[in-house]
C-alpha cells in the first residue's frame, strides 16, 4: 500500500469516527433523497393512475395487486401500497359523488329500460320499472298488504233484547180525515 491510500483510509476513519461523536448525534441529518430522480412522485402517482383504471377490469383486489406488480415491474409489496392509495381515492370519490349518485342510477336505469324494450326483453324492462318505481315511492302489493290496518273484531256474547212497554194499538183506518170534511172542519172554526 502506498501513503497516498494510508493516508485516505485513515482521513475515511477518522471522519466516520467524528459522525459518531457525542456532539454529533444530536445534530439532525442531512436530508437526503432515498428515491434518486426527483420525478419519482410522478412516475408513482401515474403508476397508481394505472391501477386505478384497471380496477374496472372486475377482478378480486388480490388478483389487481398481483397483475399491477407483473405489469409495472415492482414488488408485491409495492404494489400493496399502491392499491392502498387507490382505495383511498375510491373513498373520496364516494364521499364526493354520493350527492349525485341517485340522479345518475335514475338515468342509468331509464337508459337500460329504453334498450330493453328496443331489443324485446320485455321482463328486463318490467324488472327495472318495478325498482324505479320502488325508489319513486310506488308501492308494491307486499307494501300495500305491510300497510294495511289492522282490524280486530270482538264478539259479545247474546243478550236479551230490551223490552219497549206496550203502546196503544191506534187503528189508522178509524183515525183517517177526509179531506173534504177537514176543510169544512176548519171553515166552521173561524
Known sequence: MS?????????????ELDT???ENIDKPKKERR??????AEEFIEARRRRLYRHQL??????QL??????????????????????????????????ENMLARIQTMRIRLVNAAMKKGQ??????????????LGESTPEQVSVQVPLLNINVEPKKEPAQLPEAEVID?????????NHQREHQEAD
Open 34 to 39: 432515498t428515491r434518486g430522480d426527483k420525478r
Open 122 to 135: 320485455l321482463q328486463t324492462a318490467a324488472q327495472v320499472l318495478d325498482s324505479l318505481g320502488r325508489v
Open 65 to 98: 395487486v398481483y397483475d399491477h406488480a407483473a405489469r409495472e415491474g415492482i414488488g408485491v409489496a409495492t404494489a400493496w401500497r399502491d392499491w392502498h392509495q387507490v382505495s383511498i381515492w375510491n373513498e373520496e370519490d364516494w364521499k364526493k359523488d354520493r
Open 172 to 180: 189508522a183506518i178509524e183515525t183517517r180525515i177526509q179531506p173534504e
Open 3 to 15: 501513503e497516498e491510500q494510508n493516508v485516505t483510509e485513515d482521513q475515511k476513519f477518522e471522519h
Open 57 to 62: 377490469d372486475g377482478h378480486s383486489t388480490r
Open 20 to 22: 459518531y461523536s457525542p
